[in-house]
Structure formats: C-alpha cells, structure tokens
C-alpha cells in the first residue's frame, strides 16, 4: 500500500499528486528555476548552511529578487513537510524555486515561488556501495566552464543525454569532459581521484557542480591531513589512480570499479563513508 506522501507548495500543502502548475509555468518552459536537494537522516536535515548559501549564491546570480519568504521560514516548512511525511530515518527533500512572472524569455515582473518535496528512502545512514560502479566517457557533448553550470538549475539536458548513453551502454554512470576536454564530473555527482595520500578533483573553474558533498569531502581530506589538489584532469589520469569514487548528498561516496581496462580499489572511499557518518551525525 502506497504512503500518501504531502508536498508544499508556496506554504500550502497539497497530495503530491495533485496538478498544481499550469503550462504557463516558467520552470516548465524555460527551465527558469533553481534546487536544491537534501539528505535526511534519522529524519534530521543535513548540511543546511552549505545548502541555503549554494542556494542564495545560485539565486542572486539568476537574479531572484522578489521572493518574499525568509530562508528560516523555508527551513521550518521543510522541517514541518519531513515530519508531515513521517519521514523518521533516511530521506531526501528537494526545493525548487522558480519564476513565477508571466511573459516570454524576458519575465514581466521578478515574482517568484517555490515547491518543497520530501520522500523517505531506504537506506538511513551512508554506505558503500558493495558493487563498484562501471563507468566510461560520455564524448558527444560538453559541459560548459561559465559560472552557470556551478549552479543546480533545472537545465541539466547534457547530464540526461549522459545518462542515457550509460543506461544504452550497461554502464552504471559516465564521466562528462569539458569543452578542453578535461573531467568535470559524472552524470549527477563531482568526481574524486585518490592515491598514495593525494586526493585530486576538478576546480569549479572547470565547469563542475559546486557541490554540498564535494564540499564535505574536502572538509574531511583536510581533516585527514589528505592533500588536496583542485584544478584541471586529463582523463589519462584515471588510467594512473589507485581510486576513483563519486559524491553526492543522496548517496553519499560511490567507488568506482572499473573505467575502460583499469580497476580500482576502495579503502579511501571506504574510511570517506566512515569519517562522512561521523561528520552527518554532528550536524
């Protein structure tokens, strides 16, 4: 029997499955919004402040003027939603904000709203995943170096094109090159390299997501006393690393088993997942 799941939409509540959006919707249309996503545990939110500062950096840049709720309202909406959902455990909440003005590209009026969801997921707390991923290039398109693709917008068409080509493929991710054809990232997570006490990943001059994970990765490297190296990847490196994992705040660290002919290890990855458990509990 399926859970009757409740979402907020501009500080109401409705069914989720209730039609809410017109064709009009500016998200829908123009891809003219912003998310964020966020991992519950133990039905606590993680990592807010990282999340709300990626969030106003992304809005002021898209230049979101006129929204008139507080991120402190926001918080206590999303808070109210998890526990209205009954989400006790694992979980992850997306908030999206948009563009509500009506008009062409060019909106008639800076109004804006938003719509808040939150759905309970199996696993609690971070884990390894048992299977290490298998994953390849994605060549047909290239994912842009502008401060744009730092920002989660809802537009995410080479990612799908990405995914896609793995799903055809029987590969469990792809890795999307830059314009210099350089690594950016996979299809929904920021990439790491380790070996020998080094940890390397794309800078976001390279076009990659600015991530909340990314972000808790280097936290606990520096913690670690792991050096960190940020700045540009050849894909000719990961034929010379002893590990590769991949980031996200839903699934924490995934390592990476194979590319082409090379396999990897997992140890870092592994003692990453521990020290990240550690760090989320203290959240």
Not at 138 to 146: A, G, I, P
Request: charged fraction near 25%.
């Amino acid at each position: 029997m399926n859970k009757t799941l409740y979402i907020n939409y501009n500080g109401n509540l409705f069914l989720e499955t209730e039609n809410i959006f017109t064709v009009n919707n500016r998200a829908f249309k123009y891809g003219d919004a912003i998310f964020e996503t966020i991992r519950v545990l133990d039905g606590k939110l993680c990592f807010l402040p990282d999340h709300f500062e990626r969030l106003k950096k992304g809005m002021d840049f898209l230049q979101f003027k006129n929204c008139e709720i507080t991120f402190e309202t926001l918080i206590k909406q999303i808070e109210d939603l998890v526990v209205k959902n009954n989400i006790k455990k694992g979980g992850r909440v997306r908030l999206t904000v948009f563009r509500e003005a009506e008009g062409f590209y060019t909106p008639f009026n800076e109004k804006c709203g938003y719509v808040i969801e939150a759905k309970p997921i199996e696993q609690n707390h971070y884990s390894l995943n048992p299977d290490g991923l298998i994953i390849d290039i994605y060549n047909l398109h290239r994912r842009s170096t502008s401060k744009l693709s730092n920002i989660k917008t809802t537009n995410d068409i080479p990612q799908i094109l990405a995914g896609l080509y793995a799903l055809e493929n029987n590969l469990d991710d792809c890795i999307i090159l830059n314009k210099h054809n350089r690594i950016v990232e996979t299809t929904n997570s920021n990439i790491f390299l380790y070996k020998k006490n080094n940890i390397y990943t794309p800078s976001l001059d390279e076009g990659c997501m600015d991530g909340v994970m990314r972000k808790q990765i280097l936290k606990i490297a520096e913690k670690l006393k792991i050096n960190i190296f940020e700045g540009m990847l050849n894909a000719n490196v990961l034929l010379q690393t002893d590990e590769v994992f991949v980031t996200n705040v839903v699934r924490g660290v995934q390592w990476v088993k194979t590319f082409k002919e090379k396999n990897y290890t997992n140890e870092a990855s592994q003692v990453f997942v521990n020290e990240l458990n550690k760090e989320s509990t203290h959240n």
